[in-house]
Nanobody, 118 residues
Framework: QVQLVESGGGLVQPGGPLRLPCAAS????????MGWYRQAPGKQRELVAAITSGGSTLYANSVKGRFTISRDNVKTTFLQMHSLTPEATDVYYC?????????????WGQGTQVTVSS
């Protein structure tokens, strides 16, 4: 089992930055791909960015050039967000054990609320 704990969410002004860390614990040797997803009320959870253990990255078109996913070791990943707009307001979830081809995520964090508002 893998446990994921997100932090860093909160209220940010439009145009501002925000950084979301996600720390993994447990059977972390089984983790290859980690990533961040977002979900609005009543909508499906969608991929924002993902990173493999080798450092390859994948981004949703809507965040390319503004968001950066990074990973400092097997256990921790970060989502650095810049130039935030109110449309980025959502609950952001960290995922691990991601199969990007099948669209499956084995482990989820509890989510962290991001609100972009003046």
């Amino acid at each position: 089992q893998v446990q994921l704990v997100e932090s860093g969410g909160g209220l940010v002004q439009p145009g501002g930055p925000l950084r979301l860390p996600c720390a993994a614990s447990g059977s972390i040797s089984s983790i290859d791909t980690m990533g961040w997803y977002r979900q609005a009320p009543g909508k499906q959870r969608e991929l924002v960015a993902a990173i493999t253990s080798g450092g390859s990255t994948l981004y949703a078109n809507s965040v390319k050039g503004r968001f950066t996913i990074s990973r400092d070791n097997v256990k921790t990943t970060f989502l650095q967000m810049h130039s935030l707009t109110p449309e980025a307001t959502d609950v952001y979830y960290c995922g691990a054990g991601i199969d990007l081809i099948r669209g499956q995520v084995h482990y989820w964090g509890q989510g962290t609320q991001v609100t972009v508002s003046s």
